[in-house]
């Protein structure tokens, strides 16, 4: 392969846009790393079952989200995935009529188990109008997808208590479910103690999508709280597994980890019994070759073992947990979570559209042009993020990612 065409999700790419630029041109094609992908097949695929729905699956899934060539999840089906990941906002759209395209070409949709997303952002006071805003965004979801129904369907990005028993989605899911539109319900969340906490109490979710890497190991707190959803019923998928595409942020250069630091951290998460599934976001080749070949053994290689030992590890990938507990640094209330989130998804996953949507979703005044006035940031990350490091870099692509 040529190296110099390799995309490689551990680079640290400072100005995303001129490669999201030829992701777009080479996602036309079914040829982006069209390297062969060989698994161990003298090895059964772990499964395992999802809570109380009862659905079994392949331990390593796929999230769709950073995807644009159809090849790939061809390929994914051939070599034993069967759980995607899709969502209303991914690509505006686009994401799931990719995946309810090549579903239906494939002719394997009973075979499979398809996940998506609708978020309430902005949600209306009145219940009633709240509740026919998400039906009517699913239903275009389902056209999207040519579907008439969804395995899983997520209440999206349900980052609070309040969300999480906000009465317009929760009757919305109930309806759905009710009338054969999707067959279980679930949340997904960056907030996982609180939220999945409240989740457990209400008993209404079959699954629940939490953020879960290595990054967290010291977390006790989050670990509990996902084994205790678990034991409760609710199957748990974990995302972000491998720390939002980590990089060195000492580096002169951009460098690649280790591929053993990928299936490493994949293996962690998975070693965590009360994880049905992993839905990790590559979107080459290489890396679905990577991912999936944790789903046949999970032991730790001597080469994994060595890289989870090193504990500057978790430093140096400066994961945003998103506690928020850095929110009250700042005299201007700036949602720094969120300019985190938006910085992950430019810089490191560089996908410029989910970059954009979150951008767009935050409050007037509290996002990154409020920093626009400082001469230095005041904010601290309790762990090992840069803040202020990483909103300049959101501001210097911030004019080209409003302008996608």
Not at 31 to 38: F, I
Not at 144 to 150: A, K, N, P, S, T
Not at 172 to 185: C, I, N
Not at 348 to 373: F, H, I, K, P
């Amino acid at each position: 392969m040529n190296k110099r065409q390799e995309w490689n999700r551990r680079e640290f790419i400072v100005k995303p846009i001129v490669w999201a630029g030829a992701a777009t041109v080479l996602g036309q094609t079914d040829l982006l790393l069209a390297s062969p992908v060989n698994p161990t097949a003298n090895s059964p695929v772990l499964q395992r079952t999802l809570g109380k729905t009862g659905i079994t699956l392949p331990i390593v899934s796929m999230g769709v989200m950073n995807a644009d060539v159809p090849g790939l999840l061809r390929r994914a089906y051939e070599v034993g995935i069967r759980h995607f990941d899709t969502a209303a906002g991914y690509k505006q759209g686009r994401n799931e009529e990719m995946v309810g395209q090549v579903i239906k070409e494939l002719g394997v949709r009973d075979e499979v188990t398809i996940s998506t997303k609708q978020a309430s952002r902005n949600r209306p006071q009145n219940v009633a109008e709240a509740k026919k805003r998400f039906i009517e965004g699913v239903e275009s979801s389902l056209r999207r997808l040519q579907m008439d129904h969804v395995d899983i369907l997520y209440h999206h990005a349900v980052d609070s208590v309040e969300d999480a028993r906000a009465d317009g989605p929760l009757e919305a899911l109930q309806s759905l479910k009710k009338d054969g539109k999707t067959r279980f319900v679930a949340l997904s969340t960056h907030k996982t103690q609180d939220v999945i906490n409240e989740a457990v109490r209400l008993n209404l979710f079959d699954v629940a999508l939490v953020t879960l890497n290595y990054t967290m190991a010291h977390d006790a707190g989050v670990l509990s709280t996902i084994e205790r959803a678990a034991k409760s019923g609710i199957g748990i998928v974990a995302m972000k597994t491998q720390a939002g595409g980590t990089v060195r942020p000492d580096a002169k250069l951009p460098k690649q980890l280790p591929a053993a630091s990928q299936t490493a951290l994949l293996k962690w998460v998975l070693n965590h019994d009360f994880i049905t599934t992993a839905i990790p976001g590559f979107s080459t080749y290489e890396h679905l070759e990577q991912d999936f070949s944790v789903a046949r053994n999970l032991t730790y290689t001597d080469e994994e073992e060595r890289f989870l030992a090193d504990k500057s590890f978790a430093a140096q990938a400066e994961f945003c947990q998103q506690c928020g507990q850095c929110k009250d640094d700042c005299p201007k209330q700036v949602d720094v979570p969120a300019l985190m989130r938006a910085h992950m998804y430019a810089v490191q996953y560089r996908n410029t559209g989910m970059a954009r949507e979150m951008l767009a979703s935050v409050a007037l005044g509290r996002g990154v042009d409020a920093c626009d006035s400082c001469e230095s940031c005041m904010v601290a990350c309790r762990n090992s993020v840069q803040i202020a490091k990483k909103i300049a870099q959101l501001k210097s692509v911030r004019n080209e990612l409003l302008s996608c």
